[in-house]
T-cell receptor
Framework: GENVEQHPSTLSVQEGDSAVIKCTYS??????FPWYKQELGKRPQLIID?????GEKKDQRIAVTLNKTAKHFSLHITETQPEDSAVYFC???????????FGSGTRLSIRP | GAGVSQSPSNKVTEKGKDVELRCDPI?????LYWYRQSLGQGLEFLIY????????KSGLPSDRFSAERTGGSVSTLTIQRTQQEDSAVYLC?????????????????FGPGTRLTVL
């Protein structure tokens, strides 16, 4: 079955700097890659997703890139702000009617 | 509208007892997932229901775990003969459907979770 590996497990960046979180997946049939953000004490929420027919997607300060050949995808957060502090999860799925498998999470801390 | 709800919010039980956790998905969502989150850990997939199809049980850690979904709506996760390692937050999530063409059809909406503590 699908296995998603995520790193780093913890990341601390200076406010205003960029943060990058990387994930790899094992099942070449996976074609949908969402990212979820979980703030302390709250439930995970979708922040951005990408499908395998595109290589990059941007939404304001966040962007995701996908390399299908290498089976890895990354989350990029620019101009980080204190409210970006949270745990971020990548995930992979074969799409319609398939389960979504999550990575182990990255705890991002923004230093003032 | 109402989001995903779960009950109870907290459950403390003794080792060896059975527990039932309930999830009420968003109305109209045909996909329902159960995940387990141990303290400071990731989201471990347990089971996935999609409409009337047979559930994907590939994530259930042992035969002590089972789940059902009645009438395509409410789901119950049952853990028999609980062990201390079962202590975790159990999260339920629902999503709209397999591909329908509607925007956001595959976004997972999570419930608040049930915190299970096995003494």
């Amino acid at each position: 079955g699908e296995n998603v590996e995520q790193h780093p497990s913890t990341l601390s960046v200076q406010e205003g700097d960029s943060a990058v979180i990387k994930c790899t997946y094992s099942d070449s049939a996976s074609n949908y890659f969402p990212w979820y953000k979980q703030e302390l004490g709250k439930r995970p929420q979708l922040i951005i997703d990408i499908r395998s027919n595109v290589g990059e997607k941007k939404d304001q300060r966040i962007a995701v890139t996908l390399n299908k050949t290498a089976k890895h995808f990354s989350l990029h957060i620019t101009e980080t702000q204190p409210e970006d502090s949270a745990v971020y999860f990548c995930a992979a799925s074969k799409g319609s009617a398939s389960k979504i498998i999550f990575g182990s999470g990255t705890r991002l801390s923004i230093r003032p | 509208g109402a989001g995903v709800s779960q009950s109870p919010s907290n459950k403390v039980t003794e080792k060896g007892k059975d527990v039932e956790l309930r999830c009420d998905p968003i109305s109209g969502h045909t996909a329902l997932y159960w995940y387990r989150q141990s303290l400071g850990q990731g989201l471990e997939f347990l089971i996935y229901f999609q409409g009337n199809s047979a559930p994907d049980k590939s994530g259930l850690p042992s035969d002590r775990f089972s789940a059902e979904r009645t009438g395509g709506s409410v789901s119950t996760l049952t853990i028999q003969r609980t062990q201390q390692e079962d202590s975790a937050v159990y999260l339920c999530a629902s999503s709209l459907s397999p591909f329908t063409g509607q925007l956001g059809w595959n976004e997972l909406f999570f419930g608040p979770g049930t915190r299970l503590t096995v003494l």
